[in-house]
């Protein structure tokens, strides 16, 4: 079963609005990964926040974790056409040494003209 | 620097046939994951190889699917017989080690469908 829920399914947004998605988790986790996918660049890894981190930035995007809730938001801010995509939360909970990331269902984003 | 490079890009085969992909994964990367991804779910681990000996395969349907990565560089998928519900992208993804802050680099997939 797949760790990670994003929410909402689908977001349709204007161009210059900020989108906001969430994905909620089960388990304890180590890291939790955002990765955008769309066709032309296919899956494309954004940005990784750990267990002990709380809020990360990465240029227009901005992640939050609440371990207490099991919860991750991404924000990207000032949205362009390019950001049109599928977005990805993915939760790595293993136990060993190696990486393990199980990926959500994922959130649609569509940037209105 | 070139990417995760994926062949074919396409694959369209009837039921109980039998179908390979090819990856061919970052120049020095020692790790090589391939991901099952269906219509409108996230990817789904099925196999990661470090250099050439297998990580993790708890996911991967053994009975029809087999992969390999001979000398620790290219790796080869393949599904014998293939079912309806093999229609899927399956992405090979490469990342330099295998730690937990390691990023994974994606191909661009084979979309496989099974008629």
């Known amino acids: 079963s797949q760790q990670g829920e994003e929410d909402p399914q689908a977001l349709s947004i204007q161009e210059g609005e900020n989108a906001t998605m969430n994905c909620s988790y089960k388990?304890?986790?180590?890291?939790l990964q955002w990765y955008r996918q769309n066709s032309g660049r296919g899956l494309v890894h954004l940005i990784l926040i750990r267990s002990n981190e709380r809020e990360k930035h990465s240029g227009r995007l901005r992640v939050t974790l609440d371990t207490s809730k099991k919860s991750s938001s991404l924000l990207i801010t000032a949205s362009r056409a390019a950001d049109t995509a599928s977005y990805f939360c993915?939760?790595?909970?293993?136990?060993?040494?190696?990486?393990?990331?199980?990926f959500g269902s994922g959130t649609r984003l569509s940037i209105r003209p | 620097e070139a990417g995760v490079a994926q062949s074919p890009r396409y694959k369209i085969i009837e039921k109980r046939q039998s179908v390979a992909f090819w990856c061919n994964p970052i120049s020095g990367h020692a790790t090589l994951y391939w991901y099952q991804q269906i219509l409108g779910q996230g990817p789904k681990l099925l196999i990661q190889f470090q250099n050439n000996g297998v990580v993790d395969d708890s996911q991967l349907p053994k009975d029809r699917f087999s992969a390999e990565r001979l000398k620790g560089v290219d790796s080869t998928l393949k599904i014998q017989p293939a079912k309806l519900e093999d229609s899927a992208v399956y992405l090979c993804?490469?990342?330099?080690?295998?730690?937990?802050?390691?990023?994974?680099?994606f191909g661009p997939g084979t979309r496989l469908t099974v008629l």
């Open positions: 388990t304890s986790i180590n890291n």
């Open positions: 993804a490469s990342s330099l080690g295998a730690t937990r802050t390691d990023t994974q680099y």
């Open positions: 993915a939760t790595d909970a293993g136990y060993s040494s190696a990486s393990k990331i199980i």
